[in-house]
């Protein structure tokens, strides 16, 4: 009572401060908006709301319903101009009161609207990817569980909760779906079966402000209740022609702030709260000054059809309107982020959301995908617009030499807009002065024996076994004098590393990595071998029955030169347990790694980001290997390994996102050159999955190096890498000039190439893909047998 008492009695001017002070805290600067396409399934209704030409009766020739060929055309059109979102809206019913909505659901053989309109959404679903909302009116359990099983999200605004205007001459006058406690029912039935949900009000239909209040503290109960909904609009009522209330008074521009403004205060910091800036003309940006958070959905194709005089804004004018506040237009689905969880999304439509949805659950905002060469990487974007100031002092204590820790480098994950291009800035700048304009690489050949492996990475298209042979390519497992060839023609090429690795081939013990070390050495026994994850030392140790120190104190007298520290993925263990949960655990890779470095054996350190993980874990990521160099100082180069998810078995499943965003690609490898230094001070970023061009942004953000030209690089191809194969030197020269950097060829270890060896490079003949040889008869596993 005293929260309704002030907001009925204070200045208005001072609940819109406390209400975007709320805003602010719970939402920081992101102004959200859903990319759309309006889908108006049918325009019958059996309600009269005195306010509404959405609902109409037929024009001669039209028909009751959209065709499903009508919706697809609609939806495919949506989905070309990037929209995520496709909004059914349509009338309550019309079944019951129009006998051309009976006679054509009969001759498609459908009982109801709804069940028409699942079939719809669903449609829409498998043929565009387009993630349903509906707002299909009063409906009763049965029906809400039905459409939940095809749609990312649901609504039904409450309106009011004002009985009175069901009477005659009230707004919902004979409008028996309006009545409040039907609708009532149905948000609290949604509540109960888990399904986000949107509501609000809509004001100036003869309510007043008392009864404003009364709905918005419903819909609080409700969501106190139960949880599920995730956001509340506050919409102003249009007066339209042709309608009974087409001389009635529109709340003005005053009564709709203090609408928001109260709606803010009674639901809390953390809820979203929209109102539609097309219903407010050039006035629309004055609405953040209230405490929304959202613009709702914007349709680039579509009209607002429930209010056709009123035209979105454009997205220009809509992100320069919320730039205006100081505020960042981030893109959404239908689904916010809090809600996107398998408690919330039924699994039939969660991979489609995972597959639209970045790694802080907002939608993503490019359509570039790592190892898609199709897609060029957006371009970088100007140092301007709204900050976050807590950014700036993010960078500012790292520029000062603090000790970086969880929640700043999560933070500074978050950057969006012109934050991104300053994170980046600070990151280039710390590069320059660590490394100056040297982009380093090392003239190498990958020798993947085999792709043979006991394990089952959801994330790996590379390793095969008895149902893998679908995923590029048949299993092979190399023999040894194959192995030499290819070391001996690196060499002859002008290579100074061979990197060997494989899976983890059941018949392998820590003896054939001894030989593989072996055949390598004797090929040519001045190359660099850079070999064995720490999956391999693991699994070597445990069949020899030796501790993880001893084998690796073999491994480096047999001639081994340094590791690969891939197997990394994230350093979290609940993320390992989806993504490879038989595979090493955090701890245990930190300690094969750590331990290398004990025994005089530098690494790498990688992550691999993109798939099933969060921000959270990023950092968790970054502040272990930190940690680790601290310590061992054995780390050369810390490389960032973009998710390539086209042929990911978790992928194919539907399970991970479609990898990282550009954005985030761009800001891993920035916020690791900030975090990992001093430390750490080379930053490589992978041409196999970014591409030239992206890794062209990522060099001009932090990193220093470009890794290895390869010579057959396996891996990111068999994941669906359009990327090639080899990077030969001469060309990877021309590419680092043509960005205005030097070309530093190196060492395995960043020392200084040989000139001859890299002159050899430079004249050698590009290498043509490699055809993996049949496996050999050794297989452990009479399954894998069947394979040879």
Not at 91 to 120: F, Q
Request: charged share 20%.
């Amino acid at each position: 009572m005293l929260l309704r008492a002030r907001l009925l009695g204070d200045a208005p001017d001072r609940l819109m401060a406390e209400a975007c002070a709320l805003r602010d805290a719970g939402h920081g600067l992101i102004q959200s908006f859903s990319p759309k396409v309006f889908i108006p399934l049918t325009r019958l209704c059996r309600d009269y709301c005195h306010y509404c030409t959405f609902s109409r009766p037929l024009e001669r020739g039209e028909t009751p319903y959209l065709t499903a060929e009508e919706v697809l055309a609609i939806a495919r059109e949506g989905a070309a101009q990037g929209c995520t979102e496709a909004l059914f809206t349509l009338g309550d019913k019309p079944e019951l009161r129009h006998a051309a909505a009976r006679e054509a659901l009969e001759a498609t053989g459908y009982a109801s609207t709804i069940a028409y309109l699942v079939d719809m959404c669903a449609l829409v679903l498998k043929e565009t990817g387009l993630l349903p909302h509906v707002n299909a009116g009063v409906m009763g359990r049965e029906d809400l569980l039905a459409l939940r099983r095809v749609s990312a999200s649901q609504g039904l605004m409450l309106e009011t909760v004002a009985d009175r205007l069901g009477e005659k001459g009230g707004a919902h006058y004979r409008s028996p779906d309006k009545v409040p406690a039907a609708r009532l029912e149905t948000i609290r039935l949604a509540g109960e079966l888990a399904i986000p949900f949107t509501s609000g009000i809509l004001i100036g239909i003869g309510e007043t402000r008392e009864e404003r209040l009364d709905a918005l503290f419903a819909i609080r109960d409700l969501h106190r209740a139960h949880g599920h909904i995730q956001e509340v609009i506050v919409q102003n009522f249009r007066a339209k022609l042709r309608t009974p209330m087409a001389d009635a008074q529109e709340p003005d521009i005053a009564d709709l702030l203090w609408t928001i403004a109260a709606a803010r205060l009674i639901l809390g910091p953390a809820m979203n709260i929209q109102a539609p800036p097309n219903l407010s003309a050039d006035d629309f940006p004055r609405l953040m000054d209230a405490g929304i958070n959202d613009w709702g959905g914007v349709s680039p194709v579509t009209p607002d059809h429930v209010n056709p005089e009123a035209p979105w804004p454009e997205l220009a004018r809509l992100e320069t309107g919320t730039a205006e506040r100081g505020r960042m237009l981030v893109r959404r689905l239908p689904v916010y982020p809090p809600w996107l969880a398998k408690r919330w999304i039924a699994p039939e439509v969660l991979p489609a959301v995972l597959r639209h949805s970045d790694a802080h659950g907002w939608g993503r905002d490019d359509r570039w995908h790592s190892g898609d060469s199709a897609v060029a990487p957006p371009q970088p974007g100007a140092v301007c617009g709204p900050g976050d100031p807590a950014i700036g002092q993010a960078l500012a204590a790292l520029e000062a030499g603090n000790e970086p820790d969880a929640g700043l480098v999560e933070l500074l994950f978050s950057a969006r807009g012109g934050d991104v291009e300053r994170v980046s800035a600070a990151a280039d700048d710390l590069r320059q002065r660590v490394n100056g304009d040297a982009v380093g690489y090392v003239v190498n050949r990958n020798i993947n024996y085999t792709n043979i492996c006991a394990y089952a990475c959801g994330f790996c298209a590379f390793s095969k076994g008895r149902t893998h042979e679908d995923l590029r390519g048949r299993p092979y497992d190399l023999d040894h004098d194959e192995i030499a060839r290819r070391v001996r023609e690196a060499a002859a090429r002008g290579a100074s590393e061979v990197c060997l690795q494989g899976g983890i081939h059941p018949a392998y013990t820590g003896q054939t990595y001894l030989e593989i070390l072996r055949t390598a050495r004797q090929a040519v026994p001045g190359i660099h071998v850079h070999a064995f994850s720490p999956l391999e030392v693991a699994h070597g140790a445990q069949t020899l029955g030796l501790n993880i120190r001893e084998f690796l104190e073999r491994l480096k007298a047999e001639g081994l030169g340094s590791l690969p520290g891939t197997a990394a993925e994230i350093l979290d263990d609940e993320v390992r347990a989806i993504i490879c949960p038989d595979k090493l655990t955090a701890a245990e890779w930190l300690d094969v790694i750590g331990t290398a470095h004990e025994v005089g054996l530098r690494t790498t350190a990688t992550i691999m980001f993109g798939h099933v993980e969060t921000p959270a874990h990023w950092a968790k990521h970054l502040l272990a290997i930190r940690a680790l160099q601290m310590r061992t100082g054995g780390i050369t180069e810390f490389v960032p390994l973009p998710f390539v998810h086209m042929e990911a078995p978790l992928a194919r499943k539907g399970q991970t996102r479609a990898g990282p965003t550009f954005r985030e690609v761009r800001l891993m490898h920035a916020i690791a050159r900030l975090v990992l230094h001093p430390h750490i001070t080379n930053i490589q970023t992978s041409w196999t999955k970014l591409g030239q061009q992206g890794a062209t942004q990522c060099l001009q953000g932090g990193a220093n190096d470009i890794g290895g030209s390869l010579m057959n690089e396996s891996i990111s191809r068999a994941a669906g890498s359009a990327h090639g194969q080899e990077f030969p030197p001469l060309e990877m020269d021309a590419f680092i000039g043509s960005i205005g950097r030097v070309p530093l060829p190196r060492t395995t270890l960043y020392a200084d190439a040989d000139p001859s060896s890299i002159e050899r490079a430079r004249i050698a003949a590009p290498l043509e893909p490699v055809i993996q040889t049949p496996p050999r008869k050794r297989l452990a596993d009479p399954a894998l047998e069947l394979h040879a």
